[in-house]
C-alpha cells in the first residue's frame, strides 16, 4: 500500500516518517471440506459414503497457530525546519542540540526523521497548526481527539501554538457526563496538559464518583497526580467508615438519652450500614465504594418515629441525621480536588532529554 503522504511545505528541509500500528485483522480462515472426494457426485448427506469412509484411528497433531504480525501504517510529511523548531522545545533541541539531524540541517542537507504512534489524522492536525495551514484545521473535535492532542502537545512541548484551538474545540463539547467515566480521565489530561483551571473540578469528580481505584488509562499523568486522587478518596471513605463504626460500638455500649433510644439508633445505622455493603468492614482501596454515594446516602439517613411510654403525642427528638450531618458537612468540605498549581507542567527535564535522544537514536 503506497503510504499517505502530506506537502505542508513545498520548500520544506524535513520529511518526517510517521508508523501507526494497525489493529490486527482476525483470523477468518474458512472451514474447508473434510473429505478429499471433490467432484465425486457425492453429498455430504450419502450414507453409504459415511459408511464406507476409513476411520482414521492416528490422533492428528493440530498445527501450531500463526500469530498475526504487526501491520504499519506509514504517512509522510514535507515539514520545515524552522516552523517546527519555532514551535516546539522538542524539535528546537533535536535540531540545534548537537544531534545528528542538527548536523544534517547545518550542512544544508535535506532531513528524515521518524516518529512511531501517533494517530495521522491528530499529528496532522498539529503539523497544519504549526505551519501556519489554519484554513485546514477542524472548528470541531471530539474529546477523543483533544485528548490525543493534549498527548502530542506533552511530548512535543508545543502547547503556546495550540492553545487558542484547544479553547476553542472545548467550547464547542457541549454538557460533559457529571458521572465518573473515561470522559473523566481525559478531562483531567486535557486540564492538566493546557493548565485550565478546571482541572480542581474534574479531579474532585474523580475522587467522589470513582468506585474503585482512578488510573491514568493510556495516558502519561504524572503518578503524584494518580496517587493524590486515590489517597484523597481513600482517605475520605475511611473516615466515614470509622465514624460509622465508632457510632455503631457506641450505640451497643453506652445509652444516649436512654436504652430504648440508644436500641432504636442501634438498630436504624445497622440496617442503613448494611444497604451501603459496609458489613464485613471494608478496606482499602474500597473497591466498589463510591464517596458521593456514600455522603449522599448518609445524608438522607432516616430514623423510624417512636414516642417513649408516657410521651405518646411527640415522637422521640433523637435522629441519626442530627447526629451524622455535621460530621458529613466537614467531610465534604475538605473533598476541593486537586490544585493545579501544586503539580509541575506536563514535561519534566529528564522526560525531555530522554524523547530527544530517542528521536535522534
Known sequence: MEPEYYELDPDGDVLLVLRT???????ATAAKPTGDGE??????????????????ETP?????????????????????????????L??????????????????????????EGWKPESFLILMRIIHGRTKEVPRKAPLETIAEMASLVDYFECGEVMGIFVEFWIAQLGTLPAQFSRDTVLCIWINYVFRRPKFQNWTRLAI???????????????????????????EAIERIVEYLYGLFDDFQSKNRCS?????????????????????????????????????????????????TRG???????????????????????????????????????????????????
Open 21 to 27: 500500528e494497525e489493529p490486527k485483522a482476525e483470523d
Open 60 to 88: 492428528k497433531v493440530e498445527a501450531p497457530q500463526e500469530v498475526a504480525e504487526s501491520i504499519y501504517k506509514t504517512t509522510r510529511f514535507r515539514l520545515s525546519s524552522k516552523h517546527l523548531s519555532l514551535a516546539s
Open 208 to 234: 467522589r464518583k470513582s468506585s474503585g481505584p482512578i488510573t491514568a488509562l493510556e495516558f502519561p499523568l504524572p503518578d503524584i497526580v494518580i496517587n493524590q486522587m486515590n489517597e484523597q478518596r481513600e
Open 259 to 307: 436504652l430504648a433510644c440508644s436500641c432504636m439508633m442501634l438498630g436504624a445505622l445497622t440496617k442503613h450500614m448494611c444497604g451501603l455493603k459496609l458489613f464485613p468492614r471494608p478496606s482499602r482501596p474500597f473497591a466498589g465504594l463510591q464517596l458521593a454515594a456514600l455522603t449522599d446516602s448518609l445524608d438522607d439517613i432516616t430514623t423510624p418515629d417512636w414516642t
Open 39 to 56: 467432484g465425486d457426485g457425492k453429498s455430504d448427506g450419502d450414507d453409504e459414503s459415511k459408511a464406507e469412509a476409513p476411520k482414521d
Open 90 to 115: 522538542y524539535f528546537k533541541r533535536m535540531f540545534t542540540g548537537g544531534w545528528k539531524e542538527g548536523q544534517s540541517l547545518g550542512n544544508g542537507q535535506p532531513l528524515e526523521i521518524s516518529e
Open 311 to 361: 410521651s405518646y403525642s411527640s415522637n422521640h427528638p433523637c435522629k441519626l441525621a442530627h447526629v451524622i450531618r455535621p460530621t458529613l458537612e466537614s467531610l465534604e468540605d475538605s473533598i476541593i480536588g486537586l490544585k493545579l498549581e501544586e503539580f509541575p507542567g506536563p514535561g519534566s527535564a529528564a522526560k525531555m532529554e530522554n524523547g530527544t535522544k530517542q528521536a535522534a537514536s
